[in-house]
């Protein structure tokens, strides 16, 4: 199953990249698009292994830079270190709770955006800013946090279909049943 | 164990990250051209299931729409014939006065048409991608625009796509010219600008214009042709409002662009 998960999330992170690309009604409608990848990467953190999260990162994030005028490799490291903090707590944080999963996709989708501009900031490239960046970031906060829940729902879906249920167990046990039949019986007769 | 399976992977990362950040500028392109390639079948399916859609939907159009859509467009080419007869006219009188003054010859545009495949996933960028490239004598630099006005430049050319930087996006700068509409002389010049005031992405700004120039809100802003990039005369958009800067010494203009980036299907690469 892990390899199984593994692929199925490179796959949605191929077809998020190619959506967020193709699709441009929300961009028209709100102004920004939203990123699907921190979410990806917070469902990674916590559900899949540390090789997981470290090829999501790299290939989530250079499908991203491929398509966008960024340098190629500045998007996977806000990717990483997402993945890295959220693997490191993940027996800390209550992964089924929605709650949790959106406060995290909050604060994922809020932190690769800062990261990613900083990190151009920092070699010299000259993105575009302005007041207005932060209705983006803001949207980009808010659009990736709805979508955690989302992602979550997905590949727990996902996950019931390609893999064997447990067994439920029973309080049943055959060597403590309690016969009530007739027989045998002593005659006191 | 789980402190070493960290460590590999992160630095294994950090390394590729390193390496792809330090590439020289063609293998850096070269790279990312084929990391994109990728996404191409996705596209291609995108663009087909478009198609069909479309093709869908002019199948339910009633004939008598259809054939009133007709009557308009031939009416429009008859329209269209006679004015190309006129501007042949004048282009023939242009060249020959222009042979007479002994200046170069004017070279008629010849344009190669290019549907939007995809746009920039990243909001601090304005690019975009289109569906031809270097089998179609794209080349970077070249021009790219519609019938109304100028969209843009071509920044990376791959075998079957290209990215178009637009106007208004911090690496796609470049000299204008403000006329007035109605006799069109040149009233100023300055430089096309990314706007940062504004979340109207079809607003740019006009800057370096110097004091004193007669700036109003509806002149017509083309390109200055002053760049070795866009020829001169393109048509940019239309001022939208003037303030001064710099203590009167430098006049600002907000544009609103001719065309709309937003809705961008079709476009044409200048090839010059």
Redesign the interface.
Known sequence: MNTLNTIAILLIA??A??L???F?GL??LV???I?LLPALMVYAGLSAG??T??LL??LGG?????????????T??PL?VIG?IVH?GRDLILREQRYAQFMLGLAASAAA?LF??LA?LG?GA????????L??WLV?TLGGAAATPFCFHVFDRFKRAFTYQKLQETSFRPDREIKRDRGPHLDYE | MLKRQYSIATGLVLLIVLVLLNLPEQPAARTKLALGGLFLPLFGIAGSVQHLTQQIGNSLVPRSTLLKQLERLRKENEELRQQLMQIQDAWRENAQLRQALGWQRRVPWSLQPARVVGQDPANWWRTMWIDVGSRDLIRPNMSVLTSEGLVGRIDKVGPYRSSVVLVGDPNCRFSAQVQEPRDKSVVAKGIIWPSASTLDRLLVDLTFVPGGSLLKPGQTVMTGGDGVIFPKGILVGQIVDVRTNDYGLNLEARVKLAVNLNRLEYVWVLLQ
């Open positions: 191929y077809l990249v190619f967020e690309s193709y441009r961009r028209n102004g920004a698009q990123d540390i090789s999260v470290a990162a790299t250079l499908w991203f830079d491929s398509l966008s005028a960024n340098p190629l490799g500045i996977v490291l990483l890295l490191s955006p990613s501009v151009l070699l000259e993105p575009l800013l302005g007041w207005w960046s209705w983006q980009m």
